[in-house]
Every structure is written in structure tokens, then in C-alpha cells.
DNA sequence: AATGTTACCGGACAATTGTCCGGTTGTCAA
DNA sequence: TTGACAACCGGACAATTGTCCGGTAACATT
């Protein structure tokens, strides 16, 4: 008979705030977990109960965001329902791949504090990914039954490659040492990899 | 008038070798810099001033063979010269692919440990980088100028994107969690990313 | 209101990273 | 041979991460 107390969110949600907060103004790695247990004015046993590392809390902090995003993504792919699957799944990596230069930062956080054996789930295993990854899938399968091209031989494979080709390393090293801008990035991402794949 | 001492490179030698081994025998990750500096008979301030981190550490283990690689990847293609440019490229990747996967737990190593301002450079700035991308850029730009294709407006952001998109964590979780084994992934890769590319 | 559970507080602690520096040793050049 | 100087030794140190735990406060059930 497990008992829930309602203080638990407030907690959770103390917590993330006040890491929020601390992240914007002093940037990500500048700011320790025992600083933002004291900011959140909880006990540093507390915030790592509930986030075993900064990462972790990363991802908390991205998930909504994420899901938010996923969402507006299905909802313009729904009304995309008479267009070719080739012209949806384009639309998707037009949207993504930005949102994917924007949030660079948080990801390679999430994926540094990562460790081997860990039982919390993998970035690529969270809750959004996972609906990022169901939502392409779905399209280039659409794609390949059509017949249109020979290549798509393990849709969930190649979805997962275009998903993560921009990996967070690469996008930082795009922006900051060659000089591309976010909408260059995705304008020539899409030109390279969606256009070819689907035609 | 800089003094030359010719321990120096020894000191090199004996940190890289003692690293090496601990790494071997225990995993990166539990090996700490302070054991790998009493292991090679060598001051803290020795070892930090010769390599900034772990990451620096790797990278330089990392550089030999992958210059190997690459000098041998660099003669395979110029046996080719006569092939197409395109049979080049998806030769290129044949053998890049499985070199990536074997090495993605260094490069992850390497990654982790850099910082924003790091006046070291970037992996991708590193001389075997570098090397890689230009030889892949160069072909990319034969087959454009080959107009055999609209698709690669910019070849150096394609081969970019190309290498690196099999980044070290979407790696490990396609063998880890997916359990595909190396040659699947780059069988795979190369149906779907390089033959539409190129055709 | 009393009780049992659950969560929280917050400091101590160990481990690691990375810096610094005084004292020492080896090397080169004159 | 000797002096200048680079490189090295190695411990002290501060900062961070992550763990642990005894004591305390809040909650839900009765």
C-alpha cells in the first residue's frame, strides 16, 4: 500500500525551476547539482533521488519541449494525410532539423553524463525520441511500400541514422568552427539526404 | 633559443603505453588520470601539461591507427583512379563504417571531455579528421562537377555530415540496444545513405 | 488526533579532475 | 666543466560528482 504525497511534484517541479533558472544564467556547465539542490532549497540526497545526474535533469528539463514539438509535427503530418508520404517526410526534417540545431547544447549534456551500465533509459530510448522515431518510421515504411525507391530496405534503421546524423557534436561544430547558420544547416541537410533518399 | 631534451618524447611514449595498458585491462572509464600518472612514473603536473584530459589522452592513442587507416584507405583509392568516382566513395565508406564502430568507445571518450573554450582542438579539427574529410570531399566534388547528380550543392558539408553520422552514441546503442552487429550497420548505411547519393 | 510510512534535510565522505608550485634532475651550449 | 634552463616529481589544494545516513517534517489512513 504505497502512499503518494502531493508534495513529491512540488518537489520535482521546485527543482527543475530553479535548474532552469540556474542553467539561462549561468550556462549548463557552469552550474554544480549541489547549487542547484541549495537554489531549489532542497537536500542534495532529494535531487539526486530524483535525478541521478545532470543529464538526467537535462532530459526532464527537454521533454516537455520535445513532446510539445512532436505533437505540432503530428498534427501538421495528419493534414498532410492526401500529399505523398515523400513530401511529409520532408516537411518533417524541415521542422526538425532546426529544432535539433536549437537544442544541441542539451543533448550533449545528456549524452556526456551518460554511463555504461545505466538502468536509466538512454536518450535514444526516452519517451520523445522514441515518438520522433515511430512518426519517420512510419513515413519512410509508407515510402518504401509505394515502391518508389530500392533503398529503403530497414526503414527503422534509416530513420534512426537521419534522425541522429546531426548529432550535437557535429551541430556545435558546424555552427561555431564553420560558420553555418541554423536555417543553412537544415536548408542543406534536407538538400543532401531528404531530396535523394525519396526521388 | 628553445632547449631541446630528448626525454621528452620518452616521457610521451611511457604515459601513452602505461595508458594504453590500464585502458586495455580495465575499461576507460575506471581508469583515473592520477593512476595513469603513477603508473607511467610520472608527476601529475608531467602528465596534465602533456595531455589537458582523458579525452586528449584517447585522441592521441586514437591518432596512430586511424592515420594508419587512413593512408591505407588513401591508396586503395588511388588504385580507382580509373572507376567511377561514385564506386570510390561507397568503397570509401565499405571500410570507414566498420573502422567507426570499432573505435566509437574512444571517440565517445573523446568527445565527453571536451570543454566549450578548449583552446585543444576539437576532434574534428584533429589532423586524422581532417585528412578523412578531405579525401571524402574530393570525391564528393569529382561527382558533382560529373554532373551526375543535383543533390550535392556542398560537398564538404555532405562528407560532413557523412562521417559523422554515425556518431559514436547512436553507435553503441544500434549494437547495444538494437543489436545489429558491425557489418549490418554498414551494409545498411551504405544501401541507404551512399547508392542514393550517388545514383 | 494518533500512527506508520514516506520523503526530505543536510552534512560527512570518498573519488576524480585539474591546477599550482617549490624543489630536483637532466640536457645543451659555451 | 659549468651555468642556464627546460622538464620533471609529487604532494597540496579546490571543485565537483555521487553516495550514505541519522534525524526531522509532512502526509494519508484510521
Redesign the pocket.
Known amino acids: 500500500?504505497?502512499?503518494?504525497?502531493?508534495?513529491?511534484q512540488e518537489?520535482s517541479d521546485l527543482i527543475l525551476q530553479a535548474a532552469a533558472d540556474l542553467f539561462n544564467r549561468h550556462g549548463i556547465e557552469a552550474v554544480?547539482?549541489?547549487q542547484i539542490a541549495k537554489a531549489a532549497?532542497?537536500?542534495?540526497?532529494?535531487l539526486?533521488?530524483?535525478y541521478?545526474?545532470?543529464g538526467d535533469l537535462c532530459m526532464e528539463l527537454l521533454k516537455d519541449s520535445f513532446l510539445v514539438f512532436c505533437s505540432r509535427l503530428d498534427e501538421t503530418v495528419s493534414k498532410m494525410a492526401d500529399e505523398p508520404a515523400q513530401e511529409r517526410l520532408y516537411t518533417i526534417f524541415r521542422q526538425l532539423i532546426p529544432h535539433t540545431v536549437e537544442n544541441a547544447k542539451w543533448i550533449v549534456e545528456i549524452q556526456a553524463?551518460q554511463r555504461h551500465g545505466d538502468p536509466k533509459p538512454d536518450f535514444f530510448q526516452s519517451e520523445p525520441y522514441r515518438i520522433l522515431l515511430r512518426l519517420i518510421t512510419n513515413q519512410i515504411e509508407e515510402i518504401q511500400t509505394m515502391g518508389s525507391t530500392a533503398f529503403l530496405h530497414d526503414p527503422a534503421f534509416t530513420a534512426h541514422i537521419l534522425i541522429s546524423s546531426l548529432s550535437p557534436h557535429t551541430v556545435l561544430h558546424l555552427q561555431h568552427q564553420c560558420g553555418y547558420t541554423t536555417d543553412e544547416i537544415s536548408e542543406r541537410f534536407c538538400a543532401s539526404f531528404i531530396r535523394p533518399l525519396i526521388r
Open positions: 500500500m504505497p502512499v503518494n504525497r502531493r508534495d513529491a518537489t554544480s547539482m549541489h532549497g532542497v537536500g542534495q540526497g532529494t539526486y533521488r530524483r541521478a545526474n545532470k553524463h
